[in-house]
T-cell receptor
């Protein structure tokens, strides 16, 4: 297993277009998280899944954002009608612990979104 | 509510000298504390954590951190810095009794180790 994989690495899109990112977690990890990171800031939590269930969503996650984790394996994050303020690095992380983040997250390399 | 502060945007240290990257936190209950490192255009890598037990925690790449409950701090340390330690460092906290399973990350501290 090579860790958490995110695709694409980079995405440039025009304002108003829809984009979708994919995250493949470590196979035995049951919890999967999405974070957003902008320049000069730490990661901001967006949402997380335990298996296929979406258990928590941040207030940062507007109606234009949706995430899925069908069958509890890979996850997708979709942004509809992108805005310039959506430009950021989108990070995915997974963990195998039974509750919380006691074992620490394993992060992917991220998808950098640029909205022009 | 839980929060974490990294008071220094940047820390400069000469190679071979000891380094400290500061982190303070605020929780209403007991904290779980973490340090992560981020290299350019990469995701975050886990360095170490404090859950319970000894206040001095040892982690990857020779890093350690000391949990100080009275000062609500969790500073990252290394006895002898390497140029390759230059990176962004993030502290994170989760309030164990706060009801959320999501750690909050600090803004990050850029560590620059000069040859």
């Amino acid at each position: 297993d090579t860790g958490v994989s995110q695709n694409p690495r980079h995405k440039i899109t025009k304002r108003g277009q829809n984009v979708t990112f994919r995250c493949d977690p470590i196979s035995e990890h049951n919890r999967l998280y999405w974070y957003r990171q902008t320049l000069g800031q730490g990661p901001e939590f967006l949402t997380y899944f335990q298996n296929e269930a979406q258990l928590e969503k941040s207030r940062l996650l507007s109606d234009r954002f949706s995430a899925e984790r069908p069958k509890g394996s890979f996850s997708t994050l979709e942004i509809q009608r992108t805005e310039q303020g959506d430009s950021a690095m989108y990070l995915c992380a997974s963990t195998t612990d039974g509750g919380g983040a006691e074992n620490g997250y394993t992060f992917g390399s991220g998808t950098r979104l640029t909205v022009v | 509510a839980q929060s974490v502060a990294q008071p220094e945007d940047q820390v400069n240290v000469a190679e071979g000298n000891p380094l400290t990257v500061k982190c303070t936190y605020s929780v209403s209950g007991n904290p779980y504390l973490f340090w992560y490192v981020q290299y350019p255009n990469r995701g975050l890598q886990f360095l170490l954590k404090y859950i319970t037990g000894d206040n001095l925690v040892k982690g990857s790449y020779g890093f350690e951190a000391e949990f100080n409950k009275s000062q609500t701090s969790f500073h990252l340390k290394k006895p002898s810095a390497l140029v390759s330690d230059s990176a962004l460092y993030f502290c994170a906290v989760r309030d164990v009794s706060g009801g959320s399973y999501i750690p909050t990350f600090g803004r990050g501290t850029s560590l620059i180790v000069h040859p």
